[in-house]
């Protein structure tokens, strides 16, 4: 069965930085491409960033030179580094298979406000 666990959100004043972890449970870690996704409240869900099993990544163009993706296979673990954030940065934020999605975890919360 596949399960997606998030932490590392918390509350961070605007230009802060935080690191989001997504554990993988399942199979085939290694070759699935990993997404990250957020929901800020009243809107739907957006792709923000991913990374394929070769460590191809791809951005939505607002975090673009801010956020990184990265991964650890070891671990089974990807990784969203966020910098220099922004007040619409605050969101509810979510991994999942970029491929294939299966059951959305709880997610973790990410609030940039001062």
């Known amino acids: 069965q596949v399960q997606f666990v998030e932490s590392g959100g918390g509350l961070v004043q605007p230009g802060g930085s935080l690191r989001l972890s997504c554990v993988f449970s399942?199979?085939?870690?290694?070759?699935?491409?990993i997404g990250w996704y957020r929901q800020a409240p009243g809107k739907q869900r957006e792709w923000v960033a991913r990374?394929?099993?070769?460590?191809?990544?791809g951005y939505v163009d607002s975090v673009k030179g801010r956020f990184t993706i990265s991964r650890d296979n070891n671990k089974n673990t990807v990784y969203l580094q966020m910098n220099s954030l922004k007040p619409e940065d605050t969101a509810v934020y979510y991994c999942?298979?970029?491929?294939?999605?299966?059951?959305w975890g709880q997610g973790t919360q990410v609030t940039v406000s001062s």
């Open positions: 999942n298979d970029y491929i294939n999605t299966y059951n």
């Open positions: 399942g199979t085939s870690f290694n070759h699935r491409t």
């Open positions: 990374i394929n099993y070769n460590n191809g990544t």
